[in-house]
Every structure is written in structure tokens, then in C-alpha cells.
């Protein structure tokens, strides 16, 4: 025979009530590629695969080039999905700004490490001017409400 006393229940414990995430309205009047997301399409759809491409054919090949060719492709395909207002631009955006910033990274460590007696200011000041453009536009449509509008989220 067992005596001894049954073990007390211990009620379970309440998760503290988590505050409702409050999502703001969406502005219907900002739906529509324009302003400064037109903008950035028409760069990185136009402008930037053209550099790329006078860049490229405009000297003697180099092995780096291959990647450039590679960066135009999605820098091309970035705009395009902007353009369209398709699902996958926003991802296709954030995988853009992540190379665009990791070349000019490698760019500037290139160029300093690889620099025999010091590096070519003109090229470090590009991939620092890189690292610029991919901050702005970050920034941007991180906080855009045209781009929340059309794509239902923003870049973060």
C-alpha cells in the first residue's frame, strides 16, 4: 500500500499575450511601376547592363568578366520582374543587391591586397560608389510604400 500523498498538480503557465502587429493600410494610389521604382528599373534594366557591356567589349577579355556578364543577366532580370510586378522581384532584388555588394567588397580588398605599390584610386572609388548605389536603394525599398503597395512587403 502506497500512503504517501498524491504529487500536487502544478497549473500550466500562461504565455504572456503577444501584441497584435498592427499592418498598416496599404495607399492604392501607389500601386503602378512609377516614380522612383521606375526609375530604378529603367537602371538596372538599361543603364547598368549597358556599362557592363561597353566595359566588357571595350578591352582585352579578363576572367572577371565572365561574373560581369553574369551581373548584368540579373541585374536585367531584377528590373524586369520590377517592371512586371511579379511576385518574385523582391527576392530577385535582394539576391541583386547582395552580389552587386559582395563584388564591389572583393573589388576593393582586390584592390588593395593586389596592389603592388597602391591601388588605382578611379577603381576603388567605383567599387565604393557601387557600395553606395546598393545602400540607397536598399534603404529604399526597405522603407518604400509604393514598393509595399505593388509587392505586398518590402526588401527586410
Known amino acids: 500500500m502506497n500512503l504517501a500523498p498524491p504529487p500536487p498538480v502544478v497549473p500550466p503557465v500562461a504565455e504572456p499575450a503577444k501584441?497584435?502587429?498592427?499592418?498598416?493600410?496599404?495607399?492604392?494610389?501607389?500601386?503602378?511601376?512609377?516614380g522612383w521604382l521606375m526609375f530604378f528599373s529603367v537602371v538596372v534594366t538599361i543603364f547598368s547592363p549597358i556599362k557592363i557591356m561597353v566595359s566588357v567589349f571595350s578591352g582585352p577579355f579578363e576572367i572577371y568578366q565572365i561574373a560581369d556578364v553574369g551581373l548584368s543577366v540579373l541585374s536585367v532580370a531584377a528590373g524586369v520582374l520590377i517592371w512586371t510586378v511579379h511576385r518574385a522581384a523582391i527576392p530577385v532584388v535582394r539576391v541583386y543587391f547582395i552580389v552587386l555588394a559582395a563584388f564591389a567588397v572583393l573589388g576593393i580588398v582586390g584592390a588593395a591586397v593586389g596592389a603592388e605599390g597602391e591601388a588605382n584610386p578611379a577603381t576603388v572609388l567605383e567599387f565604393v560608389r557601387t557600395l553606395i548605389f546598393v545602400g540607397i536603394w536598399s534603404?529604399?525599398?526597405?522603407?518604400?510604400e509604393r514598393v509595399r503597395a505593388n509587392f505586398g512587403r518590402n526588401l527586410f
Open 19 to 34: 501584441p497584435a502587429i498592427v499592418q498598416r493600410p496599404i495607399d492604392s494610389t501607389l500601386k503602378g511601376v512609377r
Open 139 to 144: 534603404a529604399y525599398f526597405w522603407k518604400s
